[in-house]
């Protein structure tokens, strides 16, 4: 079974993101829990989410993988965006007791100069004081392209992390293609390599959702840019390797490609004919 699905528009609620999510042939979804930029979240209306559970189960759904602001650093110099960062994952891991039993992907952060060791305390940090043993949300740690101060581009600063959390039971990682290619790891000629890698460092039983886009850039470029599947550096048939892969089936693959519903229909359906589905 490949799950696979879209990074949707919540604007319209839960619902018609569900809906139109079947209407391009996924079976799992992404989505901001409020502004990508940060800020107020809209009340959660629970007619709307129970529609969305039902469509979700209609359609056997498997895991969403909501993603937290960009806006918030968890690892902010600034003791006051720190405190924004707190206030949000708190309120977010309330909001996503609406649809309990999913993800709740973050960007660990940038350290802006403080150092990586600094950075990886403050953001163990965070995780310690929101995490709660109630929570039915797993929060993932998403794998980062190292660009400018951002932690998280190695997999043994994600595995700091972990180590200095308490309550790792709630934690997973999210491995974005785009961004560990960026970051250097070599998917296209060493799949199989860097995953041994990552469950040596990390250990593949943390390895909860793919993030799959293909990237603008080369190997090792700590770019971050993009790119629709088999348009980019990584191409179709190592992003095929992916999905293939043994040790990544039943987790949800995420698309972050710069497209539009039409665009993601197609690529969806490319992926579950090369998937052999
Ligand atoms: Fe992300
Ligand atoms: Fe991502
Ligand atoms: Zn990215």
């Known amino acids: 079974m490949l799950y696979i699905g879209n990074h949707a528009s919540s604007s319209k609620g839960y619902a018609a993101m569900g809906r139109q999510m079947v209407k391009n042939g996924g079976n799992t979804l992404a989505f901001f829990t409020r502004n990508p930029r940060g800020g107020k979240a809209k009340e959660i209306d629970f007619q709307d989410v129970n529609a969305f559970l039902e469509i979700m189960k209609e359609n056997h759904f498997g895991k969403l993988v909501a993603?937290?602001?960009?806006?918030?650093?968890?690892?902010?110099?600034?003791?006051?965006?720190?405190?924004?960062a707190r206030e949000i994952m708190t309120d977010d891991m309330k909001r996503m007791e609406a649809t309990p039993g999913n993800y709740y992907n973050f960007h660990p952060g940038s350290h802006v100069g403080q150092g990586v060791e600094v950075g990886i305390?403050?953001?163990?940090?965070?995780?310690?004081e929101v995490l709660s043993e109630e929570q039915s949300t797993t929060v993932l740690l998403e794998t980062m392209a190292?660009?400018?101060?951002?932690?998280?581009?190695?997999?043994?600063?994600?595995r700091e992390i972990i180590d200095q959390v308490e309550k790792k039971e709630?934690?997973?990682?999210?491995?974005?293609?785009?961004?560990?290619?960026?970051?250097?790891?070599?998917?296209?000629?060493?799949l199989d390599e860097v995953l041994e890698e990552f469950d040596?460092?990390?250990?593949?039983?943390?390895?909860?959702?793919?993030?799959?886009?293909?990237?603008m850039n080369g190997l090792?470029?700590?770019k971050d840019r993009h790119a629709k599947i088999g348009?980019?550096?990584?191409?179709?048939?190592?992003?095929?390797?992916v999905i293939r892969h043994p040790a990544l089936q039943g987790?949800?693959?995420?698309?972050?490609?710069?497209?539009?519903?039409?665009?993601?229909?197609?690529?969806?359906?490319?992926?579950?004919?090369?998937?052999?589905?």
């Open 121 to 128: 305390q403050k953001i163990a940090e965070i995780l310690n």
């Open 220 to 222: 090792g470029s700590h």
């Open 67 to 84: 993603h937290a602001p960009y806006t918030m650093n968890a690892c902010a110099a600034k003791e006051n965006l720190r405190e924004f």
């Open 231 to 241: 348009e980019g550096e990584i191409g179709l048939e190592a992003l095929t390797a």
């Open 146 to 158: 190292g660009k400018g101060s951002e932690v998280g581009g190695k997999f043994e600063e994600i």
């Open 200 to 215: 040596r460092v990390i250990g593949l039983s943390y390895l909860k959702a793919i993030h799959l886009n293909d990237s």
């Open 170 to 190: 709630k934690l997973g990682v999210c491995l974005d293609t785009c961004h560990v290619w960026d970051a250097g790891y070599d998917i296209v000629n060493h």
């Open 251 to 277: 987790i949800p693959f995420i698309l972050e490609t710069p497209n539009d519903d039409t665009g993601w229909t197609e690529e969806i359906a490319l992926l579950r004919e090369r998937y052999g589905e």
